[in-house]
Nanobody, 125 residues
C-alpha cells in the first residue's frame, strides 16, 4: 500500500519560514520524480515545485522562485520543501505527489498519480 504523509505545516507570520516534509512508503521512491502542490480555498490546485528522481533537476512556479527550495533524501524516502520569506498569498493546503514514471520534472497536476493528504500552511500578517 502506497502512503504519502506530509508534515511541517502550521501558522507562521509573513516573512517567516517553514519546512515541509513528505515521507513515502510502498513505492520505489528513488525512481520517480516528485512534486509539491498547493490549493487555496476557491482556487485550483497549483504546482509549486518539482524535483527529478535523482534530485539533479528542479523546477519552480515563478511566484516562489528564490524563496522555496525543494530537495529529497532518497535514503530516507523523504521529500522536502523549505519555504522562506513566506507571504500571505502562500497560504494554502500543501500536497506532495509522485509523478508518472516518464516525467522528469513537472508542475502540472495531471502528470502526477499519487497524492498525500496535505498539510496546511497559514501565513498571517
Amino acid at each position: 500500500q502506497i502512503q504519502m504523509v506530509e508534515s511541517g505545516g502550521g501558522l507562521v507570520q509573513a516573512g517567516g519560514s517553514l519546512r515541509l516534509s513528505c515521507i513515502a512508503s510502498g513505492l520505489t521512491f528513488d525512481a520517480r520524480a516528485m512534486g509539491w502542490f498547493r490549493q487555496a480555498p476557491g482556487k485550483e490546485r497549483e504546482g509549486v515545485s518539482s524535483i527529478s528522481w535523482i534530485g539533479s533537476r528542479t523546477s519552480y512556479v515563478d511566484s516562489v522562485k528564490g524563496r522555496f527550495t525543494i530537495s529529497r533524501d532518497n535514503a530516507k524516502n523523504t521529500l522536502y520543501l523549505q519555504m522562506n520569506s513566506l507571504k500571505l498569498e502562500d497560504t494554502a493546503m500543501y500536497y506532495c505527489a509522485v509523478a508518472e514514471g516518464n516525467v522528469m520534472t513537472s508542475t502540472r497536476p495531471k502528470d502526477y498519480s499519487i497524492w498525500g493528504q496535505g498539510t496546511q500552511v497559514t501565513v498571517s500578517s
